[in-house]
């Protein structure tokens, strides 16, 4: 299977906002000027000092947001796109708490909400599409591909204009890597991108816990039984040294053998 | 007479005081509720994309579930490790645990966007997600308890074939219990583990498992001395003096391992800047450090307060405090730094919190009434009204059938 992803390149983009607009009318969204992700914009194109930012759902190749849902309606599909499933979500809102770069929004308003993210439009891609973002940039700063066409189109922008690109991809190793990369002129922190992030998957920090229930269940019952085991021994031997203690105190002429007191 | 009269006046008044806030909070609640379930989570709620989770999944659910740890710890010293000894407070701490529960689940409703789906982790697994395990704990772990809770039912309708029948499971179901609570207290500090980023410095850790293992195990116990404390007031009881200054222990060796994880944590993270930025974080931090662990350890292995009812009862309250300060930093505090935003619940956040708190308190005032919870009851009053009467009169029998057995 072919892995997708989109390249998003800040050094051309124009910020005339032609993504935003197509991706409103890929999902019947309102067109609007409020540039910021939200229920109803799943692209959107962010200005940090002199540089056009086109933001959206990075597609992690191990997603945080997939990891932490309790019912699994987010899925990284196969051929790239990680994908919602509202007939599976109960609205727990772990996916937005979790997700790295802060991308599922919710339909806050609504009394049958719906948690709103970029699907890398996999209906298109499916017909054989470029997503509807990618068609409209009339400034080729959105490229749509397998990952590895996107990595070579980068170096070759590299080598082509050296002077023009801080020499570094955005989502090569961040959180594991994601399907949406970046190119900048300068450092990504300074386009608003999160440089703290590690080089692994973050769902690998919960996993480190999760993976030893099934042994804590097994010995910690085993523990707990076997401690039951000892003390309820005690206690019936306590009360046994007891119970022998009455009878001798009322009866001091007879001594009971022991077998006769189990009875 | 007349002193007399002014009591019983002095007690109605007081009385329908107290009927009074509980209707209000009722009215408000339920009103909160109607708005909620038909506009949605945004109108009712101040939550946003910038800062998805707040009072109800701060408070109701990580404070709910960790105040109800006292139904656990107790029932696993009673059972597993066969000190009867502390069988008078099992009942009341088990109560308290499963009403912990019904209420945290009714708080999940509320919270949960599309709360008719609540039963979708049954069919739809996703065993990497915390929340996934975190429910299915929570679900066993309530029917656990409704099975743990049950002999009160059995005993009073004089029901002996379930009560006998459940006497024979009664370990495993504890050790069962045991488990699920460990597995849950503590994976609701994993919920926070993936979030690396986001949760301010001084409360992120990779022991947040254990460390909210631990603090569960501490606030167990203290909320079991504050119900004590206050039922015997409320109810005319004896307080269990004795058992509750050894639970004070447990509370004071729980709370002092997880002070050496704190300071751990410090040491390995090199958090010293952080601990001496004095910003509103750092300040939450040390009320949370200092009243809710320092202060409650020295009370409770001074000798002169870790022996009296007032000293036991304001060194549980600080931890009880403490406890809740602490888990609303680490939900709220630490995001809302991270999202740069100020979040404070709304009024209808508030209220409906407060009615599903007082719903527990009325839950626990009826079980009381007409249950045998107390069974061991000392008479120091006048006459006692009548369901009081039957369950004492229960309870001797079944002492007797168990002696006899
Ligand atoms: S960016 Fe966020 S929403 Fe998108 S795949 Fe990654 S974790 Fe999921
Ligand atoms: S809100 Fe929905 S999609 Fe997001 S984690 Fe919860 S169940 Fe999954």
Redesign the pocket.
Known sequence: MQHYGILIDTTLCIGCYACEDACAEHWGFPKTDVHELSATKNTTVLTEGDTYVPRMCMHCAVPT?AS???????KKTDDGPVT???S?????????Q?CPFDV?K?QWNSANPK?SKCDMCRDRIAAGKKPACVEACPADARVFGTLDELKKIAESRFAQNPGNYYPQIYGIKEAGGTSVLYLSSKPFVELGLKGNLPDHPLPSLTWAVMSKIPNYVFWGGTLLGGIYWITNRRKEVREFEAKLEQMEHNNPSRRIPNHEQEN | MTSFLRISLEKIRRMTFWTIVFWIIMALGLTATAIRFTQGLGAATHLSDKFPWGLWIGFDVLCGVGLAAGGFVVAATVYIFNLDYYKPILRPAVLTAFLGYLLVMIALFFDL??PWQFW?PMIMWNPH?V?FEVFWCVIFYTTVLALEFSPLVFERFKLEKPQKALHAIIVPLVILGVILSSLHQSSLGSLYLIVPEKVYPLWYSANLPYLFFLTAIAVGPAMVTIESFLSSRAFKREIELPILAKLGKVTAVALSVYLVLKIEDVVNDHLWPYVFTFNLEGILYWAEILLGVIVPIILLTYKKTNRSAQGLFYSALFVVLGFILNRMNLSITSIEHYAGVNYFPSWMEISITLMIVAAGFAGFRMAVKYLPVFPEKKETEKPLNKPFDVVEFIGDKHEHATVLN
Request: hydrophobic share 35%; net charge positive.
């Open positions: 947001c932490v849902c309790p019912v699994g309606a987010l919602y499933d509202v599976k979500c109960i609205g727990c809102r772990y996916c937005m979790a599922p919710y948690v | 966007g599309r979708h997600s929340m």
